[in-house]
């Protein structure tokens, strides 16, 4: 790996990223972190083995920089670090709604800054992140990003103007998934089954559809079909989906996710 990187801010999603990047072999030396409360600072020290600076010299040492401190925390940690940050270095931004010109604004002109968001499955290696490039960012770059976050999962690069929709479907979809789990297990305990046993079958069949979509590569409306035999009681529980709109539901949370994530870019809280 050879460049080191530092986390600035290590809470659940730095935390994420730094147990990640461990995990797929970057060292102990290659990483430096941040954090704000002495006493978290002291756990995360003594429970990865990772050298634990003050912002200005972790950024200052660092080729690869990842802001990952609340979007209101953003400007603050950037007016501090910015007489240190190196020219080539390179700063990624996890922050929701952040925009690369933001950052780029606030940093000295030229450093190369890459907006990333990604989400928690991340905290099992199954995460799901998208990167768009800011102005000053070659491929180079893009695949110190991409290395970096692959540790924990898959990664696409998109345009950042799709960064709202990203937001909208993948950062914020495993709540919508649990959601939907959570509303499975109360059917299972409605039709009479111990909530144990609910859980179980209805963790287990997420686990096993989701597998067969990734393994087999078939369009879910190809997997669904396959359970949906004529009259059947899939097609039963189907047109109760359909009847109640839940097609429709789905789409227009996700644009009012989409809107939510718009609003909170151009500094509406
Ligand atoms: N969690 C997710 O699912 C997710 C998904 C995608 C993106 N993100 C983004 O990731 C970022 C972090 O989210 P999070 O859930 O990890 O939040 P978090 O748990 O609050 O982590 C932020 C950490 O940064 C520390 N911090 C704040 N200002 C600092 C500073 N100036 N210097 C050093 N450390 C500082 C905080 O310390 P204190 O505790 O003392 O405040 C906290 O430990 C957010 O911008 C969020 O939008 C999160």
Redesign the pocket.
Known sequence: MGEQVAI?????????LLSGLLRAGWTPQDVVI????PE?AAELAEKYGVAVLE?VEAAGRAQTVV?????Q??G??LA?IRPAVQPEALVV??????TTSFVEDRLPSGVAVIR?????P?LVDEGMSAISPGSHCDERHLARARAMLQATGKVVEVPEYHQDAI?AIS?SG?AYIFYVVEAMIEAGVLLGLPRATSTELVVQTLYGAATMLKETGEHPTVLREQVSSPAGTTMAALRQLDDHKVRAAFLTAMEAARDRSQQLSSGHA
């Open positions: 600035l801010g290590t809470g659940v999603m730095g935390e994420t941040t954090e704000r409360r978290r912002n802001l990952v401190v609340k979007p925390d953003i603050s940690l501090e931004c996890i922050a929701a709604g952040i990333a968001m990604p989400n928690t991340a937001t950062g495993p």
